[in-house]
């Protein structure tokens, strides 16, 4: 008969780090994602001043639209961060489908990407309808 004795006591402890470090990852994503939010809301506001204000020349209103357009986007995707941050924690992600326009979507990101890259031309074609619950 024979025995072997391991100790595996530093095994657990660096299992155990390594859980401690990828939570507190995960949480400080969550809060940074949180804390994004305050000031894109009021960037957001400021662009829609910009707008309401009917002051502003065609290609300035363009312009003013286009980051109205891309804090919401900004706030869907910190939105699906913090999911994503929720799933990872175990509280799990809210699914709530809303009657969208894939179309306007598609338009949104191409006319960002226009702005970002003014000398590119992006084309975008679709057939169908794109409007559904999604």
């Known amino acids: 008969m024979g025995s072997v004795l391991v100790d595996v006591t530093r095994h657990k402890q660096a299992e155990a780090e390594l859980r401690a470090s990828a939570e507190f990852r995960e949480r400080f994503l969550g809060i940074v994602g949180h804390d994004l939010r305050n000031p894109l809301s009021s960037i957001r506001m400021g662009a829609s001043f910009l707008v309401a204000s009917e002051q502003l020349p065609p290609a300035l209103e363009r312009t003013a639209s286009r980051i109205i357009n891309s804090t919401d986007r900004m706030t869907r995707m910190i939105t699906e961060l913090l999911d994503f941050t929720r799933s990872r924690l175990g509280s799990g992600i809210p699914l709530n489908p809303a009657a969208t326009d894939l179309g306007q979507v598609a338009r949104q990101v191409v006319e960002e990407l226009e ?19 999604w």
């Open 115 to 133: 702005l970002v890259h003014p000398h590119r031309t992006v084309k975008v074609t679709s057939t169908g309808p794109l409007t559904g619950n």
